[in-house]
Structure formats: structure tokens, C-alpha cells
């Protein structure tokens, strides 16, 4: 009988062999087996399965592969909670068997649970406003507590808040062994952190959470992966919430890929002078449902929602009831909640320049407006 090392150096051989990419490995599991099995098997039965080049790189070890193995075993020894996932293992996760490609090894470090449990995806700009980030901690927060599961990339902006505010819900939890919490699919492999600001938040997802990628230990960031990264993130989870993304940006291709999947996508609307809107209204006019809170979300994907949960509520003032938002402040109220320039305000309210400076400076820092890019100015909705 194969040893569990024996075959997870098999896996790893046929991830390292060139040429032979997943549809063909695939393709070969499918007739033969295994990955041992394949390499195994005569010349004569690989020739009728995979061309001559193919066939070639599979009669011998790819170079560099002990290194490989060596490298993975010492990484899997070194900390618990660590597992190097197969296609052929019970805990790999079932909702990626469902996407045309799934990845034939996923290496993990957490809670294995989580990518069983149900779940969203929170994706959006990498440069997203203050405002984004607070609607991504937001919803993650509430979502987490009412025993959702966050799938994000741990990239900057909308993905590291929102597994910050998926970690923050998971305190909240109601009950114990609710899943909650955050997976995070990375573009490099787990022995790195991409980027290095996020090293300390990779530590609580990997403690509190699950970090999940299909690339082997020392694979850098390179730009192809983080396109492969995203479907992953869009077949593990039920829906796609997309908080702000440029119309060209990695989010929409995670939220094309969930539809394509048979996924919800869901986004969040905002200004229409804000370019970081112009991706969700876009996917809003294709279809996408349009959420103002977190049981907007757990609605649309027919998830319990917990009643001791709270969740954000719409970034959109009640009229009839005032204003929640304005802090009783003239200024914001004269904000509204598009991004406005500092002209835009003196002329609204009057104020002479140095004094209308000192109080945006005022607001900034006590967080209730953004300085946006371009001399822009935003109120930031309360939660």
C-alpha cells in the first residue's frame, strides 16, 4: 500500500510535471486512477491518453521536484492545522468540484470546516474609499455573526477589511461551533504572505480562519495568479457581494465567473460620480442583485437569518425621520453623500475657505468624512 508521503509526493509530481496541465491530469485520473497510477502505467497505455510530448514529461521526474517535496513536508511538520488537499480527499472542498477547473491540490492552514460551510464571497477595489472599507467590515461583521462564512483574496482594501470584519463577527456568534469566520484565497504560496502589510492578519486567518491556495510553497505573486486565484474564491462560496470595482477590475471577473457557476452576485450601488461605483452598477444593470444590508445578502441566498443579529443598515437617510447621520452637523448635511469638492461646499453653506478647511479637517479626523483622491470629499454613512 502507497504511504500517505508516497502519495502526496505522487500529487505534487504530476502538479510539477510540464506540459501536462489540469485538464489533461484530469483527464489521465479519470482513466487511470491516481497520480502514482499514472506514472505507473506502460508507455503503450500513455500513449493512447496524451501526445508524445506529454507523454515524455510524464515518464520522468520533473528537476526540482525533491526540492519540492522536501520544502512541502517541512511546512506541513511545522505548524498544526496544516494539510496539503487532493482531489481525492474527503475534505477537499465540495463546492469546487463543481467549477470547470478545480485545482488538483489545495494547500490549507486553519479551520478545514470552513470551506464546507456556507458561505460568501466579499470582493472589490484594492483602492477602494473609506467608505467601501467600512461597508466591507460592515457586512462582513454581520454576515460572520449570523454564522456566514467570508471568502475573500487578502488583498488590499475591500478583501482585508472584509476579513477583518469577518473575524470581528465571530466573536459575536450566538452559538458555539457556528461556522462564521473568513477563508482567505491567496495568489502565492502559504509559506508567503502577499502583501507583507497583511502578515499579521494572515496569522489570525490562519488561526481563526482558513487560508486556502492551489499554488506550491514558494510561488511569488505573479500577476496570472491572482485571475486563477479569483475562481476559487467565486466556486467556494454561494454568492459574489461585490463592494466597489472599477469596470475593468478583478472583482467583476470573480463575480462573472460565480455567474457562470449558477451563483448569486450581489453589489453594493453608490455615487454615480464615483469611479469606484461604476463596476457595481454595471453588474446591477446585468442583473446583479442590489443590496443595502447584510439580510439583503442572507435574503437573496436563503440563508437563516440569527435575530440577535444585527446588520448594517442602508447608507441612505430616512427623510421622514431625519437624518441619523448628519451628527446634526450643517456641513455634512450639506454633503449629501456624493463625493463633493471643497468648492462645491463653500458654495452650498457659505463658509469662508479657511474655515470650511479647519472643519473638514475637523470631520476627517473624527471619521465622520473621507478625503478622496482628486480633492474630493465623502461622508462616510454611520453603521
Known amino acids: ?31 487511470l486512477g491516481s497520480p502514482q497510477a499514472i506514472f505507473d502505467a506502460p508507455e503503450a497505455t500513455l500513449a493512447q491518453l496524451v501526445t508524445p510530448r506529454e507523454r515524455q514529461a510524464l515518464m520522468r521526474p520533473p528537476e526540482g521536484l525533491d526540492d519540492d517535496v522536501a ?28 467549477a470547470s477547473d478545480p485545482p488538483l491540490v ?28 467600512d461597508n466591507a467590515r460592515m457586512f462582513a461583521q454581520a454576515l460572520s455573526a449570523a454564522g456566514v462564512t467570508v471568502v475573500s483574496g487578502l488583498a488590499r482594501g475591500i478583501d482585508a477589511a472584509a476579513h477583518e470584519g469577518a473575524l470581528a463577527g465571530q466573536v459575536l456568534l450566538p452559538e458555539p461551533g457556528r461556522p462564521g469566520g473568513t477563508v482567505a484565497v491567496v495568489g502565492t504560496g502559504l509559506d508567503l504572505v502577499y502583501p507583507k502589510a497583511h502578515t499579521r492578519l494572515a496569522q489570525q486567518i490562519a488561526h481563526r480562519g482558513l487560508l486556502l491556495s492551489e499554488f506550491l510553497l514558494g510561488t511569488p505573486p505573479l500577476a496570472g495568479n491572482f485571475p486563477r486565484r479569483n475562481r476559487i474564491v467565486a466556486a467556494l462560496s454561494r454568492g459574489t457581494l461585490v463592494i466597489e470595482a472599477a469596470v475593468q ?38 442583473g446583479a442583485k442590489l443590496v443595502e444590508t447584510a439580510a439583503d445578502v442572507m435574503e437573496e441566498l436563503q440563508l437563516a437569518t440569527l435575530p440577535a443579529v444585527s446588520s448594517p443598515r442602508a447608507a441612505v437617510p430616512d427623510t421622514a425621520q431625519g437624518d441619523p447621520d448628519d451628527h446634526g452637523d450643517p456641513l455634512v448635511a450639506a454633503m449629501g453623500f456624493d463625493p463633493v469638492s471643497q468648492e462645491a461646499l463653500a458654495a452650498r453653506t457659505g463658509l469662508p475657505p479657511a474655515e470650511l478647511g479647519a472643519r473638514l479637517l475637523e470631520l476627517e479626523l473624527m471619521g465622520v468624512v473621507a478625503r478622496l483622491p482628486g480633492a474630493l470629499f465623502q461622508r462616510r454613512a454611520a453603521a
Open 249 to 286: 477590475s478583478g472583482s467583476l471577473i470573480t463575480a462573472r465567473l460565480a455567474a457562470e457557476l449558477g451563483r448569486e452576485v450581489m453589489a453594493i450601488p453608490g455615487s454615480i460620480h464615483a469611479p469606484q461605483s461604476r463596476g457595481c452598477h454595471a453588474l446591477i444593470k446585468q
Open 1 to 31: 500500500m502507497q504511504s500517505h508521503s508516497e502519495e502526496q509526493q505522487a500529487w505534487l509530481r504530476l502538479v510539477r510535471s510540464p506540459g501536462i496541465g489540469p485538464g489533461t491530469a484530469r483527464r489521465l485520473l479519470l482513466a
Open 106 to 133: 489545495l494547500f490549507a492552514e486553519g479551520d478545514l470546516s470552513l470551506a464546507q460551510a456556507p458561505s460568501v464571497a466579499i470582493v472589490g477595489s484594492r483602492h477602494a474609499t473609506a467608505q467601501g472599507i
Open 71 to 98: 520544502r512541502t513536508t517541512a511546512w506541513l511538520q511545522a505548524a498544526p492545522h496544516r494539510a496539503l488537499l487532493t482531489l481525492g480527499d474527503a475534505d477537499y472542498p465540495p463546492a469546487l468540484l463543481q
